[in-house]
């Protein structure tokens, strides 16, 4: 197969559009090849001299479904950086966003065939471009591209720049909502932990506040998703999603006012509650894919954090028993499972039969857990100043002494 080869003598456009010319007139005999190479290579000619970059853009890109099914990998990458390159030619960045769509729409339109490639393509477009909504669409299109095509691991990576990524794009709410989506997708889609789909999802409700009700609509479906994630996760127990207007628009929704109330139990309430709303609600249970076992376990660990934030430092044993529900036996065994998963910093006084409880995770960590350790820290400040205060006193007091007995030193002398 002939390789794109640009030489002084030829543009690489042009290069490409006589290489892909002849490969799509390949089958139609030499003379009517030849005739239609010529006309395609003279319209490319034209466009050039012309400036018509948007009319190249599409002349080169016609046969694009052809060139990847039977051009070589190489090749392939070769002739689309020359296409790809074309975006730095226009002046005009408006004529330079029309060339991006037209050229991303191309690369995405059948996924899975070679979907690694088409993601790297999209890349290297995204790395010519210095227009930063442009690069803002094509990463969009690449997270598409990643889901559709199955290549979901190609792209999670770059998810640790999104923040430099934004300060770059500088986009507005709406994006920001379709790139928070997008990337808990990939994530939900590539069964990445769920803390990291979570942490996007929470991105994206966050964005819907001081929104008129239809706006608010849009999130409902979301905010149905969050909970169910949150609910379902056996490691995620602390949460601020009841400060969200977007999830609080559903406590009183005819459609979702349940799953309101589920959070609301997982993050207020301990074992009883929850049993009792499940006795009433176990075909919406079904209907979500939660699991009734896996939700009890995760109550008993909530609500045995619970039981120590409450507790003046100590948990009776018999306490815990018949708050979790379970046997005598068993206390010491989710015990060990709350510090296992680093819900609770405590020891177990079998002696006495209490679990002393140094520190233990809070399940809401809104606007009143942010105000107590402000607080906190303040005290601990002013502590640490007193502290301060003290030792320089004492420094003084010692310094003044030492030098008083060098003085009475001097006049026995």
């Known amino acids: 197969m002939t390789t794109v080869v640009p030489t002084s003598e030829e ?67 070769c002739i689309f950086t020359v296409i790809c390159n074309l975006v730095t030619k226009p002046e005009s ?31 290297n477009l995204y790395n010519l471009l210095e227009n930063p909504y442009s690069r803002f669409f094509v990463y969009m299109k690449a997270l598409n591209l990643a889901v559709n095509g199955k290549v979901t691991e190609h792209i999670i990576p770059s998810f ?32 990445s932990s769920s803390k990291d789909s979570f942490k996007f999802l929470t991105k994206y ?15 409902k479906e979301e905010a149905v998703r969050t909970i169910i994630e949150f609910v379902k996760s056996p490691d995620m127990f602390q949460c601020d999603l009841l400060d969200m207007p977007a999830i609080g628009q559903l406590e009183n929704d005819a459609k979702y006012a349940s799953v309101y109330q589920l959070l609301k139990i997982f993050l207020t309430q301990r074992l009883d509650g929850y049993l009792e709303f499940q006795a009433g609600n176990s075909a919406l ?62 020891k177990m006084d079998q002696m006495n039969q209490v679990v002393i409880v140094r520190r233990c995770t809070e399940r809401i960590f809104g606007q009143h857990q942010w105000q107590t350790l402000r607080t906190k820290l303040s005290t601990w400040r002013a502590n640490v100043a007193n502290v301060i205060s003290t030792i320089q006193a004492t420094n003084k007091i010692t310094e003044d002494g030492s030098h008083s007995q060098a003085v009475q030193g001097l006049i026995i002398r």
């Open 11 to 77: 543009d690489p456009a042009l290069a490409v559009v006589r290489f892909t010319s002849e490969l799509a007139w390949a089958d139609a005999g030499p003379e009517a090849a030849e005739e239609q190479v010529n006309r395609l290579c003279l319209e490319a000619q034209e466009s050039m001299v012309m400036g018509r970059w948007m009319d190249l853009a599409s002349l080169m890109l016609t046969s694009a479904d052809l060139m990847f099914s039977k051009v070589s990998d190489k090749d392939l990458e």
């Open 93 to 123: 960045l408006d004529e330079v966003h029309e060339m991006t769509k037209l050229i991303s729409g191309k690369i995405i339109q059948q996924p899975n065939d070679k979907p690694a490639m088409r993601l790297k393509i999209l890349f």
């Open 205 to 219: 409700l966050a964005t819907f506040s001081g929104e008129d009700a239809h706006t608010m609509d849009e999130a």
């Open 160 to 191: 640790k720049k999104i923040d430099s990524f934004l300060k770059e794009w500088n986009i507005d709410i709406k994006d920001k909502r379709a790139l928070f989506l997008g990337i808990a997708n990939v994530l939900k889609e590539s069964r």
């Open 285 to 346: 249970l079904k209907s979500y894919g939660l699991v009734h076992e896996d939700c009890i376990a995760k109550m008993r660990l909530m609500s045995l954090v619970d039981l120590g934030s409450n507790e003046s430092g100590q948990i009776p044993y018999g306490l815990i028993k018949d708050t979790l529900q379970i046997n005598n036996d068993e206390v010491e065994k989710w015990v060990v499972k709350a510090r296992t998963a680093k819900l609770m910093d405590c």
